[in-house]
C-alpha cells in the first residue's frame, strides 16, 4: 500500500485513541494517540496559515515528544520535516537551513543562544518556534504572546520566536481539511561520503514502504495489504511496540525505527538526558515497559552492557524482546555479552543508510552463531562491481550493495551527487551509496566497509577534507589529512595526521581545541599524529593510504 505517514497516523489516532503514543523519562509527561494527534493537528493548523505545501519545516531539537509531534504537524500540513543535527555550530547550521530552503524552524530553548547568531543569515526562514521546558522560557527567544511584524516573524520587543505552548498548549480536535499525497516527502540530511550534508529526499511511500508496509522483517511479516487489514493489526495491542530510541531521532536510525513504530500503532519513549545515559535508559524500559530499543553499533552497545553486569538483577526487564542495531557494525563480542545478560531477547542487526532501508539484516539469539558483518542480503538487492557487473555469490568479488524498489528520489539540489549515489542496472533504478561487499555462495553478504574515504564514527559520518581544512586554518599546520581508524568503540575513530609549517610548533591538545571550536564535537579529532613526512601525490592529490598508515602506527 501506498500511504502518506500524516494519514498514517490519523488512522492509528482513531483506532486506538486511549493507547499511549508518546512517554518522557522515568515519570515525565505521557501523550495517549488522541492528544499526540491534537497537539499535532494545533501545530498543522497554524503552519498551514502561514506556509505552503512543500515547503521545509526544520526540527531541531533532542529526543522528545515535541520533536514526535512537529513531525507528525509538518507532515500533516504538507510541509517537508528537515532533520538538525543538534551538535551542529553556527556555520553548519547555516548551511543545512539555507540549503533545504527552510521557512520554519521547530528548536529547543537550549539552541537559543545559537539560533540567535544565525537568524540574520536565513533569510528565508519567515518562523522560529521555540520549545520550552514549563513556564520559565527566561533563557529563551520566545515572547509570552506574540505579533507577527511586516517581515511575517512573531516579534515582541527583543523576542522573535512564538513559544510552542502558544500553539499546541489548547490542543484542538479539529484537523486539517486538505488531500494528502503518498508522494509528500521527508528529508534525511546525512554527511555522505562527499562534500557538506545531502539532503536525501524519501517520498512517504516509499520509505514507508522500505520499512515494511505495516509487516514485521524479524518475524517475517507481510505488509499490510488494505486499510482494513492494517486497523486490526494497530488495534491488536500484542503487536504494538513500545520502542526506545537510544540514537537521536535526527538521525536515520532513530527516526526511521520511530516512524515504523508508530505506523504499526505503538508507542515511542524518550529519556530526559542530552547523551546516553545507560542506567536512566534501563530504568525508563522498565518504567515504561519498552518492548524495543534502537541502537547504533557498539558506541550504544557497551555501555548498555556494562550497566547490565554492574546492576545485576536492578531492573525487570522481562518485557524488553528487542534490540535493534543500525549504522555500523555491532561486534560479536558485544552482541554475545549482551544475551548472556537478556537471554530472552532478540539481537536484530540490519544494514541500511540513509540512502537505503534493508540492505540486510541477521537475527541474534541466545542460541545462535554470531558472525562479524554477515548479513542475510534483503529482497530488491544485488551487489554490483564499479563498472555495473552483478557479483555472483561465492566468486569472492568485491562489490557495491545496491537496492532496488521503494529508495529516494535522490538528494536534494544536487543532480551530480544523486547521479553517483542513484544508478540505473539492468533496467531498474539502485540506491548504491558506497558499501563494499563480497556475496557468500549461500547468498549472504560479508560487509567490509565504505569504498569511500568517508569516516563513520558511532553512526554519524565525518568528512574528512571538512576537518582537514579547518586544521590547516591553524597558522602552524602546513598540511593536513583526516582518516579513519578501527576502533572497538566508535567503529572508526577521526585521527588528524598533521605537518607542522617549519619551526612551528603546536599540540595534539592545541588542534584538536582548535577544530572543537569550529565544528561539531564528533567531527575532532581523538587523536592527531605529526609527521615530516608529504601526504600527497606528485599531482597534488591527497594520498589517503599513506596518511592512514602514518596514523595508525602513531595511534
Wanted: glycine letters at 10%; charged letters at 25%.
Amino acid at each position: 500500500m501506498d500511504w502518506n505517514l500524516a494519514d498514517l497516523f490519523e488512522l492509528v489516532a482513531d483506532t486506538v485513541p486511549d493507547r499511549i503514543a508518546l512517554a518522557h523519562g522515568v515519570d515525565g509527561p505521557t501523550r495517549t494517540w488522541r492528544a499526540f494527534d491534537r497537539n499535532a493537528n494545533a501545530l498543522a493548523l497554524h503552519l498551514a496559515r502561514n506556509h505552503r505545501p512543500s515547503d521545509k519545516l526544520a526540527l531541531y531539537a533532542y529526543n522528545r515528544p515535541e520533536f514526535v509531534e512537529a513531525l507528525s504537524g509538518a507532515m500533516k500540513a504538507r510541509m517537508v520535516p528537515v532533520n538538525v543535527n543538534y551538535r551542529y555550530r553556527e556555520e553548519e547550521l547555516v548551511y543545512l537551513l539555507d540549503n533545504s530552503d527552510s521557512t520554519a524552524v521547530v528548536y529547543e530553548s537550549e539552541f537559543a543562544d545559537r539560533v540567535a547568531k544565525v537568524r540574520d543569515r536565513l533569510p528565508k526562514v519567515k518562523e522560529w518556534i521555540e520549545i520550552t521546558d514549563g513556564e520559565d522560557a527566561s533563557a529563551g527567544l520566545a515572547g509570552a504572546r506574540s505579533e507577527r511584524n511586516a517581515s511575517g516573524v512573531h516579534e515582541l520587543g527583543n523576542a522573535f520566536a512564538i513559544r510552542w505552548d502558544e500553539i499546541v498548549g489548547a490542543g484542538t480536535d479539529e484537523r486539517l481539511v486538505l488531500r494528502r499525497d503518498p508522494a509528500d516527502l521527508l528529508f534525511m540530511y546525512t554527511g555522505g561520503t562527499t562534500g557538506m550534508p545531502k539532503g536525501v529526499m524519501w517520498e512517504h511511500r516509499a520509505l514507508y514502504n522500505s520499512l515494511g508496509g505495516g509487516g514485521n522483517a524479524v518475524l517475517g511479516e507481510k505488509a499490510s495489504e488494505s486499510v482494513e487489514e492494517h486497523r486490526e493489526r494497530v488495534a491488536n495491542e500484542a503487536r504494538g511496540q513500545r520502542l526506545l530510541p537510544a540514537c537521536p531521532l535526527m538521525h536515520g536510525t532513530g527516526l526511521f525505527t520511530a516512524i515504523n513504530a508508530l505506523g504499526g500503532g505503538g508507542a515511542i519513549v524518550t529519556i530526559k538526558a542530552k547523551s546516553l545515559d545507560a542506567e536512566e535508559l534501563w530504568s525508563t524500559i522498565e518504567a515504561r515497559r519498552a518492548n524495543a530499543c534502537a541502537i547504533v553499533g557498539d558506541a550504544f552497545a557497551k555501555p548498555m552492557l556494562k550497566a547490565l553486569q554492574e546492576n545485576r538483577g536492578r531492573w525487570d526487564l522481562s518485557k524488553f524482546v528487542l534490540l535493534v542495531s543500525s549504522g555500523v557494525m555491532w561486534s560479536p563480542q558485544v552482541k554475545q555479552a549482551l544475551l548472556d545478560e537478556l537471554p530472552h531477547a532478540l539481537l536484530y542487526d540490519s544494514f541500511g543508510s540513509s540512502e537505503a532501508v534493508g540492505f540486510g539484516a541477521e537475527l541474534t539469539t541466545k542460541a545462535s552463531t554470531i558472525s562479524l558483518g554477515k548479513f542475510r542480503i534483503g529482497p530488491n538487492c544485488k551487489v554490483f562491481t564499479p563498472d555495473g557487473k552483478e557479483v555472483e555469490p561465492g566468486c569472492g568479488e568485491k562489490g557495491y550493495i545496491a537496492r532496488s524498489g521503494p529508495i529516494p528520489l535522490g538528494y536534494y539540489k544536487d543532480e551530480k551527487k544523486s547521479a553517483e549515489t542513484f544508478k540505473t542496472y539492468q533496467g531498474r533504478r539502485w540506491s548504491i551509496p558506497g558499501d563494499w561487499c563480497t556475496v557468500n555462495a549461500d547468498g549472504t553478504i560479508v560487509l567490509h566497509g565504505r569504498g569511500s574515504v568517508c569516516i563513520n564514527t558511532a553512526g554519524e559520518k565525518v568528512y574528512p577534507e571538512e576537518v582537514e581544512e579547518t586544521l590547516k586554518t591553524h597558522p602552524a599546520v602546513a598540511d593536513a589529512l583526516v582518516v579513519g581508524v578501527p576502533d572497538e568503540k566508535w567503529g572508526e575513530s577521526v585521527t588528524g595526521v598533521v605537518r607542522l609549517e617549519p619551526g612551528a610548533n603546536a599540540t595534539e591538545e592545541e588542534l584538536r581545541g582548535h577544530v572543537r571550536e569550529r565544528l561539531a564535537g564528533y567531527k575532532t579529532p581523538k587523536r592527531i599524529v605529526f609527521t615530516e613526512a608529504s601526504m600527497r601525490a606528485p599531482n597534488g592529490k591527497a594520498d589517503y593510504k599513506s596518511a592512514k598508515r602514518i596514523a595508525i602506527a602513531g595511534a
